[in-house]
């Protein structure tokens, strides 16, 4: 079937391919739609930059009114450059090294959040070598399955994030050493790409059990932060270009009653970025094999990784043939059998020079991208560019 889309086709022929090309309309009205339905209970987001760190797109993305969720002092700075401002900026990572942890202190970023005793004991030290004080959150791994692909699921016990919830009390204990760190909240994610919410809701749960037994020891949790992990819709991106926010948060005001001292912070990060993006490539060749037809990209696992990576499965679209459909394989030109983004699909007939869309490529796509076979990094375009 010859999906007819909003890609402007012909000005696509002058490009060189593979590129990504982003809808700035559809992130401007999917940002709009997170901060409407997170402003109804006064939800703070922090967007994680990892999914995308486009310069274009962080600027849209602060300009929208977020903060910022970085992994590393690269993440930090990106956010800083994009003018987040350093008070709406939090830090998390299992593995901070110092020099990202003193880029965080001379910031002075909101929120650390820390994943464990050890790095607890080394943000105290830097801190107090530059006589400060810096804010944290302790990552507590709550131990609720997620339900997601194993390689994007971190709230179980085997995994190597947070704290364990029966290590809390004695990393509490030594908080008392350690006069350079101020424990403000309490910080969970517990996997990405959710869309049945259900385990949200079983966090809740568990973060409501968790408050009540630090409260019993007299801890006040100033902030909560429920992390990121609100899915999309790969396989129909036209029928839900937008996640559905307001489904999501409920779950969160219904689940979990706020106390008047407290503040709750949420990290989306594919929910934001994801739907606007598109992978755009350019066939190659189409190969028939002995059992099999083949269309070969010129866009390979060096430009989008998550199919070979988590075999995730992005809808393709030929943009230039509305011919009958056929039955294809479409690879990339990597050395590699991996270098597949989909197996036994129909496309409408493909021939060389056909322009390919690889769409909900908008996270983990053009930031996951590598140089592997000395390929060049992919350039990106907006629609408002153009
Ligand atoms: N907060 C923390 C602590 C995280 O680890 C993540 C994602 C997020 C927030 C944002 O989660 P999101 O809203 O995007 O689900 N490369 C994989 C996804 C890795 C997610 C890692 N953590 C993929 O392409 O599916």
Known sequence: MYMKTNFPTEMFQNLQTPFYYYDTELLNRTL????????????????????????????????A????????????????????????????GVGKADWEINLGLD??????????????QVIDALAAA????????????????????????????????????????????????????????LHFHIGSQLLDLEPFRALCGRVRELQANLEKRGVQVEN?????????DYAQPDAHPIPDFGTYFKIFHDNFPVQPHQQIHFEPGRSIVGQCGALISKVLYVKEGSEKRFVILDAG?????????????????????????????????????????????????????????????GA??????????????????????L
């Open 130 to 185: 530059k006589g400060r004080t810096a804010c944290v959150a302790l990552r507590v791994n709550p131990e609720v399955d997620a339900h997601t692909h194993a390689h994007i699921t971190t709230g179980k016990k085997e995994n190597k994030f947070g704290i364990n919830l029966d290590q809390l009390d004695g990393v509490l204990d030594s908080l008392a050493g350690l006069p350079h760190v101020r424990l403000i909240g």
């Open 301 to 361: 696992f060096t430009e989008l990784i998550r199919p070979a990576l988590y075999q995730a499965s992005h809808a393709i679209q030929n943009l230039t043939s509305d011919k009958k459909e056929v039955i294809y394989d479409v690879v990339g030109p990597i050395c590699e059998s991996s270098d597949c983004f989909a197996k036994d699909i129909p496309l409408p007939e493909t021939q060389r020079g056909d322009l390919i869309a690889l769409r909900s490529a």
């Open 224 to 232: 909560l932060n429920f992390g990121g992990g609100l899915g999309i």
């Open 32 to 63: 709009q739609s997170a901060m409407t339905e997170a402003n109804r209970y006064g939800y703070h987001l922090h967007y994680a930059v990892k999914a995308n760190a486009n310069s274009r797109v962080l600027e849209s993305i602060r300009a």
């Open 107 to 120: 910031k002075d970023i909101f929120c650390f959040n820390v994943e464990s005793l050890p790095e607890l």
């Open 364 to 385: 983990y796509g053009e930031i996951m991208a590598s140089q592997y076979n000395c390929r060049q990094l992919p350039a990106a375009y907006f629609s408002d560019l």
């Open 65 to 92: 009114g977020l903060g910022a969720d970085c992994v590393s002092g690269g993440e930090i700075q990106a956010a800083v450059d994009a003018g987040f401002s350093a008070d709406k900026i939090v830090f998390a």
